[in-house]
């Protein structure tokens, strides 16, 4: 297939969910045997090359802007690829979904992945949160389908609009690698930090995991990864606080990333808005202890693989508890890779939107095998604390 991947701020991914989504899926398909086209901005562009892993390239201009930033790229996109005879589009983000009749003037069938409750979110004001209404309600009809990440959102759209939607979930890598050499550039060392990773805006309640942290009786440091372009008050409040003990990384991305969530003694994740939210599978792929928001579209993503928490008390006791006794830990990182591996691994999900893509697409594509967790070779190595880390974490308290 002919395939086009467009609303997002392209890759290689150094911004956020949709953008890894965009790598992820984009070179796997690359690597079937597709041509993938993913269009990304100019702004958030790190490579000249036409290419990447297979994938072509397409950098166009916006408006940096809050609110204009997304839907104006996106717009150029829609009118760049609409022509250009693509036997799918699939886009990112219910926000553009008021563009996604255009490819379908030109014959060409489009897909939007409407991610999470956008207009929930509260860096948005009422303008804000009226457009992503209204953008829900035309997802229901201007695309030829939509995808959902998510059985709580798709169930939302079944209820609220009676529309139909393929639910596809998120994916993760699943290895835990010990990597102390990446570790030195930020000060840490393997299974000594918490870790704590979103876009640091006000729904993602950073301030929530620093306020229950500041009662934690521990040396081990709690370091936060993200920024966001548009939240300068909010993560300067962030920043003054008192405690020493939590360090900022702002975005961190491609391997280094991925040693931060490998080499973590424990992940917090505390997001309340959204569908499957990437860093939380990523976490469990990586063999976290993952302490979670009590939220539905939490909830199923944990299962029985971590712990759940409902307040900043909540998750200063059972921060605490898994600092006191750190062969719990142990327990919860297999449970969390094995999840990942059965539900959420990348090879999977790249089946079904294969699938979904070609049957919208009216195209016939040879079934592979199918992916099951025996089927699936990851590195399920797990670091247990060594006896001198348990022992600096008891005389911490």
Request: aromatic residues 10%.
């Amino acid at each position: 297939m002919k395939i086009a991947i467009l609303g997002t701020r392209g890759i290689p991914a150094n911004y956020g969910g949709f953008e890894t989504f965009a790598e992820q899926l984009g070179t796997r398909l690359a690597a079937r045997g597709h041509e993938v086209t993913v269009y990304g901005r100019k702004h958030y562009s790190t490579t000249s090359a036409p290419t990447y892993n297979g994938v072509n390239l397409i950098i166009l201009p916006t408006i940096r802007h809050k609110y204009f930033d997304t839907v104006i790229h996106t717009f150029l996109s829609v009118m760049h690829a609409a022509p250009r005879r693509y036997d799918i589009i699939l886009i990112c983000n219910a926000a553009n979904s008021i563009f996604a009749f255009i490819p379908r003037l030109f014959g060409t069938p489009t897909l939007v992945n409407v991610d999470g409750l956008e207009r929930k979110r509260k860096k948005w004001n009422w303008i804000g949160q009226t457009y992503y209404l209204i953008s829900e309600w035309l997802s229901t009809f201007l695309p030829t389908a939509i995808v959902t990440d998510a059985q709580v959102i798709q169930d939302y759209y079944a209820t609220r609009y009676k529309k139909e939607s393929e639910m596809i979930a998120y994916g993760a890598e699943v290895a835990r690698r010990a990597a102390p050499e990446k570790l030195l550039r930020f000060g840490l060392k393997p299974n000594q930090y918490v870790l704590y990773v979103s876009r640091l805006e006000p729904e993602n309640n950073a301030h929530l995991v620093i306020e229950a942290y500041q009662k934690v009786k521990t040396d081990l440091p709690l370091v936060i990864v993200g920024g966001a372009p548009y939240a300068e008050e909010y993560i300067a409040r962030l920043k003054s606080t008192k405690d020493p003990r939590v360090k900022f990384l702002g975005f961190v991305f491609g391997e280094d990333y991925r040693a931060l969530q490998q080499n973590a003694y424990c992940y917090v994740h505390a997001t309340e808005v959204g569908g499957t939210h990437p860093a939380l599978i990523e976490a469990m792929g990586a063999g976290n202890c993952a302490l979670t928001l009590n939220t539905p579209e939490n909830l199923e993503v944990i299962g029985d693989a971590g712990i759940i928490y409902k307040s900043a008390h909540d998750l200063a006791a059972h921060l605490q508890h898994v600092i006191n006794d750190p062969p719990i830990i142990g327990e919860y990182r297999r449970r969390a890779m094995s999840r990942v591996i059965q539900f959420y691994n990348w090879e999977q999900i790249t089946d079904q939107y294969e699938e979904l893509l070609a049957r919208l697409a009216g195209v016939e594509v040879p079934a592979g095998a199918p992916v099951t967790a025996d089927s699936i070779s990851y590195p399920l190595f797990v670091e247990e604390p060594s006896p001198k880390m348990r022992s600096a974490a008891k005389s911490s308290l």
